[in-house]
């Protein structure tokens, strides 16, 4: 059965509320898909929900049923639900990732999830159109829907959130304007989910500048171990995969252990030193080396400017699909012998790498969304060389958003 459920005060009522409290809310809607406590014994009974069907003001999509469906009851057959939070839910990126996360995709065909949707009161009906859709595709492991424009209520009790939603950077304006508009985005996120996500909740950043604000955020959660929050580099690695592939001539699944270290920038560096096909050494197989260091690696630092060049936009389906990416190399045991690039707070790494930023290295997980950094990986003085110009780049937008982070003035001088 499908059932929902509406808060009791109407949505008028959440935004007359507003005026009264310093961050904006609403009171949050709620659309749950639970067979969980229906199905027992093989016998489907619905429950129907206290609250009289007078407080029902208003209805998206079926948010009216009157089931009252507890996600949490497990029966033999289902795992514990699994909270997951997606900010700028009504965007390009999050229309395409909402699906593939509901369908199962993600997380395992015997995984139910709830989705909480983070949107602003711009995008609010977006979002309510957004909810509709996925009550009407009818996934059996989506559980329940809310959506909202408060941190405060979207995150609560989340084991996942997936920090989507960012300004981007628009005709004139300069890094150092975008590290600061965002960065006020994420700090606020991040003070959130330290208030009320799961203390082992997994952060991962998309909104760019995805490293810094994943350091914002971080910073901003002093409660939530820093080695839970995640810079998207997944993108840069299936971009680098498929150049290799191509050069080679072989399908993409042949290569392996392909790093992207740094920033998510056109200082990034597409590590092919260390890289595999068929198990070989990128070198041994494409033995041009001036294509390796010269077109291979520019082009995939500047593969996200290219494609708005060629579509008019930034990516939005690739996005998706390597956030899923990303998700899944945490949550499943990474293939022996190989590892996947994620950024990651660099305190205590093994490469010599300055400490106390948001830096893409290579990870390997158990499958129990933890990870730990590969140390099995060579260095030669062209890697290196590069590595430290992106780990430069990352330093000076963290004194660029030294305000937002607690410590001190900000001082900005970012080459453009």
Known sequence: PVGSRLVPAPLGAARRRSAQVRRPRRDTV??????????????????????PASSFKECFGVFCNIYDLKADDKTKSWKKLVNI???????????????????????????PI??????????????????????DSLYPLLREVSIGIDPYEVF????????????????????AALLDINGQIFADQGKALNAVASRNVKVLVVGNPCNTNAL?????APNIPAKN????????????????????????????????????STTQVPDFLNAKIDG????????????????????VQKRGGALIQKWGRSSAASTAVSIVDAIKSLVTPTPEGDWFSTGVYTTGNPYGIAEDIVFSMPCRSKGDGDYEL?????????????????????LAEKKCVAHLTGEGDAFCDLPE
């Open 216 to 220: 914002i955020c971080l910073k901003n």
């Open 229 to 264: 929050f995640h810079a998207l580099t997944r993108l840069d690695e299936n971009r680098a995969k498929c150049q290799l592939a191509l050069k080679a001539g072989i399908f993409y699944d042949k290569v392996s252990n392909v790093t992207i270290w740094g920033n998510h």
């Open 30 to 51: 709620r659309c749950s898909v639970d067979a969980a406590k229906q199905v027992q014994d093989g016998v489907a009974t619905a429950v129907a929900a206290e609250a």
């Open 374 to 394: 590969a140390t099995d990986v060579k260095m030669d003085d062209f890697l290196w060389d590069r590595i430290k110009k992106s780990e430069a780049e990352l």
């Open 280 to 299: 070989r050494p990128v070198n041994e197989v494409i033995e041009d080396t001036k294509w390796l260091e010269e077109e291979f690696t520019m082009t």
């Open 85 to 111: 939070a997606v900010s700028g839910a009504a965007g390009m990126i999050s229309n395409h990732l909402l699906f593939k996360l509901a369908s199962g995709e993600v997380f395992g065909q015997d995984q």
């Open 114 to 135: 709830a989705l909480k949707l983070l949107g602003s009161e711009r995008s609010f009906q977006a979002l309510e159109g957004v909810a509709m859709e996925l009550e």
């Open 156 to 175: 609560q009790d989340v084991d996942w959130a997936l920090l989507i939603g960012a300004k981007p950077r628009g005709p004139g304006m300069e890094r």
